[in-house]
């Protein structure tokens, strides 16, 4: 099995030819997946303009916009004037600051927190040893909830500020509007998930086993 994060020729970012393909390369083994994607990227309208506007985004915002400008600018590039922000609970104040951001530059703006619904935590199957705080009412984070009401109220683009580990899959799952994300969860590291990688071997070792 081959896995591109560690290999040291990147032909695939280079023009055809310049370099050699690793032998189980999935850009030369998997020809025909290639083929079948270039022809969706050709036919289908809708992923064709999602993909051109995003690398519109990137080349003109790179390493000069920040996150916030970027989403502001991919969504301005695919039409989308509503925006739906799903957002945990425990960010409601980043949620609200992107808002008026959002706002600032004319957006529609609808932000749906994760505890929308109040759903106790029993209810779903959990038991009071499965909650954050045994012995006290907790509702079940709802992505699901939130992905519906934002459908049900026709966003055009969704963004997520730091829904939990799987909670944001369920709202991917769920989300009619495409999705991108402001945020991702980490309170460990201050929602900066990739600051255990940078210290895997040394502050975050255990991360290694």
Request: charged fraction near 25%.
């Amino acid at each position: 099995m081959w896995t591109c994060a560690k290999c040291g020729v990147q032909a695939c970012s280079a023009e055809p030819g310049a370099r050699r393909y690793p032998t189980d390369c999935p850009t030369t083994v998997g020809a025909d997946l290639i083929d079948e994607v270039e022809a969706i990227y050709e036919h289908d309208p809708e992923t064709r303009r999602l993909l051109i506007a995003s690398a519109q985004t990137e080349a003109a915002g790179y390493c000069r916009e920040t996150r916030a400008e970027e989403i502001m600018s991919f969504a301005r590039r695919i039409g989308a004037r509503r925006l739906g922000v799903a957002h945990c609970i425990g960010l409601a104040r980043e949620a609200a600051l992107f808002e008026d951001i959002l706002k600032a530059h004319e957006f529609e703006v609808h932000c749906i927190c994760c505890k929308v619904g109040s759903t106790p935590k029993e209810q779903v199957g959990l038991t009071d040893a499965e909650k954050v705080h045994p012995g006290q009412y907790e509702p079940v984070c709802s992505p699901v909830a939130q992905a519906r009401w934002l459908n049900r109220l026709g966003m055009q683009l969704n963004v997520v500020i730091g829904l939990c580990v799987g909670h944001d899959s369920l709202f991917f799952r769920n989300s009619d509007a495409p999705v991108t994300v402001l945020v991702v969860k980490d309170r460990v590291t201050g929602h900066n998930p990739v600051a255990a990688l940078y210290t895997s071997h040394s502050y975050y070792r255990r991360l290694k086993g």
